[in-house]
Protein backbone atom coordinates (compact mmCIF):
# COMPACT_ATOMS: atom_id res chain seq x y z
CA UNK A 1 0.00 0.00 0.00
CA UNK A 2 1.54 3.38 -0.93
CA UNK A 3 1.98 6.55 1.21
CA UNK A 4 0.55 8.85 -0.97
CA UNK A 5 -2.03 10.92 0.31
CA UNK A 6 -4.78 12.54 -2.36
CA UNK A 7 -7.24 15.51 -1.02
CA UNK A 8 -8.79 18.50 -2.89
CA UNK A 9 -7.73 21.98 -2.74
CA UNK A 10 -10.26 24.52 -3.68
CA UNK A 11 -8.43 27.84 -5.28
CA UNK A 12 -9.70 31.27 -6.76
CA UNK A 13 -9.38 30.85 -10.49
CA UNK A 14 -7.13 34.16 -10.71
CA UNK A 15 -4.73 32.60 -8.19
CA UNK A 16 -4.51 29.33 -9.77
CA UNK A 17 -3.53 31.02 -12.91
CA UNK A 18 -1.04 32.97 -11.52
CA UNK A 19 0.40 29.73 -9.75
CA UNK A 20 0.45 27.96 -12.82
CA UNK A 21 2.74 30.41 -14.15
CA UNK A 22 4.43 30.80 -11.37
CA UNK A 23 5.21 26.96 -11.53
CA UNK A 24 5.64 26.81 -15.22
CA UNK A 25 9.09 29.70 -15.05
CA UNK A 26 10.04 27.22 -11.88
CA UNK A 27 9.96 24.29 -14.09
CA UNK A 28 8.00 22.47 -11.95
CA UNK A 29 6.60 18.87 -13.38
CA UNK A 30 2.94 18.98 -11.59
CA UNK A 31 0.90 21.33 -9.11
CA UNK A 32 1.62 18.90 -6.35
CA UNK A 33 5.48 18.59 -6.43
CA UNK A 34 4.81 22.49 -6.21
CA UNK A 35 2.73 22.19 -3.17
CA UNK A 36 5.02 19.72 -1.59
CA UNK A 37 7.79 21.91 -1.59
CA UNK A 38 5.61 24.84 -0.07
CA UNK A 39 4.72 22.82 2.48
CA UNK A 40 8.25 21.39 3.01
CA UNK A 41 9.39 25.06 3.17
CA UNK A 42 6.49 26.28 5.42
CA UNK A 43 7.64 23.51 8.19
CA UNK A 44 11.70 24.28 7.83
CA UNK A 45 10.73 28.33 8.65
CA UNK A 46 8.75 26.44 11.94
CA UNK A 47 11.48 24.57 12.56
CA UNK A 48 13.46 27.40 12.38
CA UNK A 49 11.66 29.16 15.46
CA UNK A 50 12.36 26.40 17.61
CA UNK A 51 16.22 27.57 18.62
CA UNK A 52 16.76 24.51 20.04
CA UNK A 53 16.63 22.35 17.37
CA UNK A 54 20.09 21.82 14.80
CA UNK A 55 19.82 23.25 11.85
CA UNK A 56 22.33 23.89 9.12
CA UNK A 57 22.53 26.50 6.46
CA UNK A 58 24.72 29.64 5.27
CA UNK A 59 25.68 33.18 6.23
CA UNK A 60 25.81 35.58 3.46
CA UNK A 61 27.77 39.18 3.75
CA UNK A 62 28.21 41.85 1.89
CA UNK A 63 30.60 44.71 3.17
CA UNK A 64 33.53 46.84 2.42
CA UNK A 65 37.01 45.66 3.40
CA UNK A 66 38.33 49.13 3.28
CA UNK A 67 36.01 49.71 6.43
CA UNK A 68 38.48 50.18 9.08
CA UNK A 69 39.05 47.08 10.91
CA UNK A 70 35.99 45.25 10.07
CA UNK A 71 37.80 42.61 8.34
CA UNK A 72 39.54 41.66 11.88
CA UNK A 73 35.89 42.40 13.40
CA UNK A 74 34.12 39.65 11.30
CA UNK A 75 37.48 37.20 12.21
CA UNK A 76 36.74 37.65 15.55
CA UNK A 77 33.61 37.19 15.66
CA UNK A 78 33.49 33.72 13.55
CA UNK A 79 36.34 32.74 16.16
CA UNK A 80 33.93 33.61 18.97
CA UNK A 81 31.74 30.76 17.32
CA UNK A 82 33.58 28.47 15.64
CA UNK A 83 31.53 25.40 17.15
CA UNK A 84 29.19 26.34 14.48
CA UNK A 85 31.06 27.46 11.76
CA UNK A 86 32.05 24.51 8.87
CA UNK A 87 33.73 26.74 6.48
CA UNK A 88 34.08 30.34 4.91
CA UNK A 89 35.03 31.00 1.51
CA UNK A 90 35.85 35.18 1.04
CA UNK A 91 35.33 36.12 -2.74
CA UNK A 92 36.51 40.14 -4.02
CA UNK A 93 33.78 41.15 -5.52
CA UNK A 94 35.92 44.44 -6.64
CA UNK A 95 37.78 47.15 -5.38
CA UNK A 96 35.56 48.10 -1.93
CA UNK A 97 33.17 45.21 -1.85
CA UNK A 98 33.88 41.80 -0.84
CA UNK A 99 31.54 38.37 -0.17
CA UNK A 100 31.48 36.57 2.52
CA UNK A 101 29.66 32.68 3.13
CA UNK A 102 29.98 30.88 6.10
CA UNK A 103 28.59 27.76 5.99
CA UNK A 104 27.14 26.87 9.46
CA UNK A 105 25.56 23.94 11.10
CA UNK A 106 24.31 24.26 15.12
CA UNK A 107 21.77 24.63 17.42
CA UNK A 108 19.08 27.46 15.77
CA UNK A 109 19.75 29.78 19.00
CA UNK A 110 23.88 30.28 18.85
CA UNK A 111 23.58 30.60 14.30
CA UNK A 112 20.75 33.36 15.09
CA UNK A 113 23.08 35.03 17.73
CA UNK A 114 26.42 34.44 15.01
CA UNK A 115 23.89 36.34 12.38
CA UNK A 116 23.21 38.92 14.11
CA UNK A 117 26.19 40.14 15.20
CA UNK A 118 28.45 39.82 11.67
CA UNK A 119 25.31 41.80 10.56
CA UNK A 120 24.98 44.29 13.05
CA UNK A 121 28.83 45.05 12.26
CA UNK A 122 29.68 48.79 11.09
CA UNK A 123 30.65 48.31 7.43
CA UNK A 124 28.43 45.10 6.65
CA UNK A 125 26.29 46.23 3.80
CA UNK A 126 24.28 43.51 3.56
CA UNK A 127 23.61 40.02 5.20
CA UNK A 128 21.06 37.12 5.06
CA UNK A 129 20.77 33.97 6.73
CA UNK A 130 19.28 30.56 5.21
CA UNK A 131 18.74 28.04 6.68
CA UNK A 132 17.04 24.10 6.43
CA UNK A 133 16.07 22.01 8.91
CA UNK A 134 18.14 18.68 9.84
CA UNK A 135 14.84 16.77 10.35
CA UNK A 136 14.29 13.86 8.64
CA UNK A 137 10.35 13.54 8.33
CA UNK A 138 10.04 16.48 5.45
CA UNK A 139 10.44 13.72 2.30
Same mark, same amino acid.
Given at each position: ?10 ? #????? !? !? ?5 ? =? =? ?9 ? #? ?6 ? /? ?5 ? #? ?5 ? &? ?8 ? *????? &?? *???? #?????? %? ?16 ? &????? /? ?11 ? =?? %? =? ?9 ? /????
Amino acid at each position: MSSLIRFGVSL #DNELL !K !KFDIHLS =K =KGYASRSEAFR #DLIREDLV /KNEWLDE #DKETAGA &IILIYDHHQS *QLLGR &IT *QVQH #DHQSVI %VSTQHIHLDHHNCLEIIA &IRGIG /KEIKELADHLRSL =KG %V =KHGTLSLSTMG /KDLH
